[in-house]
């Protein structure tokens, strides 16, 4: 069952501190999963394997730590909503299945409005996008930025 509690998730970057507004409105399963895996620990020391200037900035692969992985937990559903991915939301990674999303989580770095209502949006960064526009940039980074750790409140 989603109790839709987490409305808040901080990302402690080793770029600085990153301050997202959760969207259990839009996407109560995701921001559930979200919150439980940044409280498991999942997220600690985990990098971002993929970060793209004037796109987005790709992490939560807990398992290979290079963007193979995904948690031990079911994948989700799909949650497709009508947000816009602006500067500063975060979505959920997925594979050319919709239904895929697991961990992985995309932040953009620049409008990408081609992946509306294609990927799940749950947040939106409200304080720290300096610290992820300072992440390690590359496909993957030589030395990438990582999630020091992650709270969901």
């Known amino acids: 069952m989603v109790d839709n509690s987490f409305h808040t998730l901080t990302l402690e970057l080793d770029t600085g501190t990153v301050t997202i507004k959760l969207r259990p409105d839009l996407a109560p399963n995701h921001v559930q999963r979200i919150g439980e895996l940044a409280n498991e620990g999942y997220y600690n020391n985990v990098p971002f394997h993929r970060v793209i200037p004037g796109f987005m900035a790709q992490g939560g692969d807990g398992k290979n730590f290079n ?33 895929s999303a697991n ?51």
């Not at 949650?79 to 979505?91: D, I, K, L």
């Not at 932040?107 to 390690?136: H, K, N, S």
């Open 67 to 99: 963007g193979t992985g995904g948690s031990s937990k079911p994948n989700l559903g799909q949650e497709f909503n009508a947000e816009p991915h602006e500067r500063g939301v975060c979505s959920m990674a997925r594979t050319n299945d919709p239904n």
């Open 103 to 153: 961990s992985q989580f995309f932040i953009c770095l620049d409008a990408a409005r081609f992946l509306d209502r294609q990927y799940t949006v749950w947040g939106q960064v409200t304080e720290g996008m300096e610290a992820v526009d300072a992440l390690p940039k590359g496909e993957p980074p030589r030395t990438p930025g990582k999630i020091v750790s992650a709270r969901a409140v």
